[in-house]
């Protein structure tokens, strides 16, 4: 039998203007269904079907202009027609009392030659080639040889964060969050695993951090800080974008948020990265350090979710694939209910309904 309980993930909470229902928050999931990188009816039907009043939802990462891409059908934010595309979405959302970020992105070296504009090799902080990586199917991924970017293009890459952010807010978003993770671009720039430079964005801990503090400081110039979220995730390896001192890195970036009055910090869990398992709480500096709204993500079920919150080791906790699985996870929580499988082979495939809006509710309460 299903009980009912309220437990500290499920109590409200005020992060900064925003007054949440709870602490459960949809992470930001790439799903391939943005047709010519355009957001379409079907991806209204997913974020609403999510949406729930008080519930803080992350829009999938949105590539900030045609070079930003690295996976087909992402959704963009640099053209109007985009900006179009994202409001009734947007709309639909806050028709059920949800708020909406949305997270804003660079994949730099991280993509395949058919997604650069005229076939030019993607960009990055440095001209050292990914390796290939085994795709979720078995499938070989090759990325293209990266070209390292000129210190003069640098502030023009910055600007592209900039106007996607301005188009983010014109879409109707509730705020945006800089994706500064999983080994993309500005995850390039930081980590002394990959960034090879020797202007002054490559080297020490500042310079390497340079591009990141321009970017979120002329995203929170165009948003407003307090509606400025940064994902960060300084342990993870993905792509070979490793750190020799990761906490070293993220207290320096926590350093500049916390100067520019950054809303909240959104961490994900080292336990996502195969060696670093086994600490538990590795994220706690960072939740000290950090002055805002700390979030963290990966590997979090009801339980362990409820044990961050009632420890003060996170404000919010963001769900990924069980939320991509159960469109009413706060209210399954809320229940103690059976949750519904996630289909990995469907998560970044393009039909508008399977392992997309098929998911099954909760039947509903007498
Ligand atoms: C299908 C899929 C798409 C993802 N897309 C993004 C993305 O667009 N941006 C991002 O920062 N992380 C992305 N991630 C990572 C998730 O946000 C999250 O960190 C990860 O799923 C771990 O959390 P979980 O254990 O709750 O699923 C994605 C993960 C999955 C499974």
New binding site residues.
């Given amino acids: 039998m299903e009980t009912k309980t309220t437990t500290p993930l499920l109590t409200p909470y005020k992060m900064g203007d925003f007054n949440l229902a709870h602490r459960v928050v949809l992470?930001?999931?790439?799903?391939c269904r943005s047709y010519g990188n355009i957001a379409q009816p079907h991806n209204a039907l997913y974020y609403a079907q999510r949406a729930a009043p008080g519930v803080l939802l992350i829009a999938?990462?949105c590539a900030v202009s045609e070079a930003a891409r690295g996976y087909p059908h992402?959704p963009g934010l640099w053209s109007q027609e985009q900006v179009e595309a994202w409001r009734p979405v947007v709309d639909a959302v806050h028709a059920k009392g949800a708020v909406f970020f949305c997270?804003l992105?660079h994949t730099g070296r991280v993509s395949p030659t058919e997604f650069q504009p005229n076939g030019q090799a993607p960009v990055s902080s440095t001209d050292k080639q990914v390796p290939p990586e085994v795709a979720h199917d078995g499938s070989v991924l090759e990325f293209a040889p990266p070209r390292r970017l000129e210190t003069e293009e640098i502030p023009h890459i910055v600007n592209d964060f900039r106007v996607a952010a301005r188009n983010a807010m014109r879409a109707g978003f509730d705020g945006v969050?800089i994706?500064a993770?999983?080994g993309y671009l500005i995850d390039q720039f930081m980590k002394d695993g990959v960034n090879d430079r020797t202007d002054e964005y490559g080297g020490g801990l500042d310079n390497r951090c340079r591009f990141a503090a321009e970017v979120i400081a002329a995203v929170c110039h165009e948003a407003g800080a307090g509606r400025v979220g940064v994902?960060l995730?300084p342990f993870a390896d993905y792509v070979d974008c490793v750190d020799s001192d990761p906490e070293a890195l993220a207290l320096h970036v926590m350093g500049v948020m916390n100067g520019l009055g950054v809303l909240y910090c959104h961490m994900?869990e080292p336990r996502?990265c195969v060696n670093e398992w086994m600490i538990p709480r590795r994220l706690l500096p960072f939740r000290k350090a950090f002055k805002g709204t700390f979030m963290v993500?990966?590997?979090?079920d009801r339980e362990e979710g409820d044990k961050a919150v009632a420890e003060g080791y996170a404000d919010l906790v963001?769900?990924?694939?069980?939320?991509?699985a159960n469109p009413d996870l706060p209210e399954r929580f809320r229940r103690n209910a059976v949750l519904n499988k996630?289909d990995?082979s469907t998560?970044?495939t393009s039909d508008p309904v399977v392992g997309y809006t098929d998911y099954p509710f909760l039947e509903t309460e007498d």
């Fill in positions: 992470a930001p999931l790439t799903r999938e990462a992402v997270q992105w969050e994706h993770g999983n994902r995730s994900i996502m993500n990966g590997g979090y963001a769900y990924g694939r069980l939320f991509l996630y990995r998560f970044y």
